[in-house]
């Protein structure tokens, strides 16, 4: 007798009745989960349970307490922040890798498709060929990655090993107000503390000022603090400006210190031929963080970082060897695909234990091909282009921030009313309450703006007029 409890096959069964409610879930007609929330969270918040129910009934409040209650973020109407729902092969391939694929060792097809993916982003996007890439889990540690890197580089040169010594004097890691604030928890964690990121003044459109940060730099030169990185933006997250890369990158090399490029948002951007000028200078990077979970449409969890040096990034990150590792593989020529560890990704970033991302990578780029992903990605240009557009011909709307990428930052204007900021955001929170077009908000120079970013592939042209209408109609309401 089977004294495992755990049903551990028949998917096919099992997986129609989860795809018929997601199917469901996916016409975006269920109202919001916050409708229904006594109802839901009495039907979820239960003890413990002594005893299981078995599969069929999980499965039955999955799909009727769980799935239609869920996020409002796949929705094609919302355009908030910058995330989406990812695209059908990106969520069946997380699948197939949570099936077949539970972790990267040994050499086997998912594992040789991490180190395929990541050769087809770098070649995709124009990165200089021979960096090392490695996923992670978002930006957040894709930019800490890069980061420990450059701490790395930093401290070698003048004989220390942070990796192992830790840092020893105050740093600087020069960038802008305008970057993730991922950059400053990526500090704090490192050991050189939130207090290193030093903030270089920008332009109106909050890209960093070349002439700034060389004589911020020539300022520093004086103190004990140890220049480490230059942090610029290739996307920045509440406008999508990007720095300009040439510039800053040139100031780096001058100096010898670490040129930092986060793409998490906006590296696809450089598929669209209109703004591609604006990544010269790319080449310049020592590494570029990426988020397929963005614009690519991968389910979230799934970042990449490229780093110009993989013995460095080996130094910084290394596990060192391990006893409980010790024989379990084999130098001999592979018989089996357990009789390698496979790619050492598990010393080249912070975790061991990871899912397998490089299938999904490979399945939403061998999907649709480098053109799907570049008419996407125009296609999205395109709608905030336009929709600046409209906003200028509109005497009710202002464009707050011209895009440059698929953020578009505008808002409603009434000379008559007093305060246009709390005025648009009251607009933002009637416009999130009717569920139709859910944007987001972003402070821009003291304004605030309603801030659409176009990144889901469910979005269309209807969503972008829909918008419009919206932010029009409760305007007038409002300031009436
Ligand atoms: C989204 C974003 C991040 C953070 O990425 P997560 O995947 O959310 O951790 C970092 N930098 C920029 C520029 C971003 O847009």
Known sequence: MNSERAECGN????????????EQYQRFEFPDALNQLDQWRSA???ALPEEGVGIDQVLTELGRDVIPNGSQIPNPGCTSFITTGATTIG???TLAGAVASPQRIGVHAFNLLEEISLQWL??????????????SSGGSVANLIALGAARQSAFERIGIDPAREGVNRPCRIYTTEASHHTI?????????????????????SGCMLPEALQAQIKRDAGLEHLPVAIVANAGTTSCGAIDPLQALGRIAHAHGIWFHVDGA?????ILDPEVKPKYEGLQLADSVTVDPHKWLGAPVGIGATFVRDRALLHRAFTQEISDYLEGAFCDEQAKHSLDQPGYDY?????????????AVVWALIREIGKQGMAERVCRHNAMARSLAERAHAHPNLEVVQEPTLSICCFRYVDNKHP????????IHRQMIHNGRAMPSTAMVNGILAIRPCFVGARTTWKHVDELIEEVVSIGQRFSA
């Open 11 to 22: 998917l096919p069964l099992l997986l129609a009745r989860l795809s018929h409610d997601l």
């Open 44 to 46: 979820l918040s239960i």
């Open 91 to 93: 969520a069946l391939a």
């Open 122 to 135: 770098m070649e995709m996007f124009e990165l200089p060929p021979g960096l090392q890439g490695i996923y």
């Open 184 to 204: 400053l928890r990526a500090a704090a964690v490192l050991g050189m503390g939130r207090a290193s990121v030093f903030n270089i003044p920008t332009d109106m």
């Open 265 to 269: 948002y906006g590296l696809p951007g």
């Open 346 to 358: 598990n010393d080249l970033g912070v975790e061991l234990s990871a899912p397998s991302r490089g």
């Open 419 to 426: 305060d246009l900021n709390a005025l648009n955001h009251r």
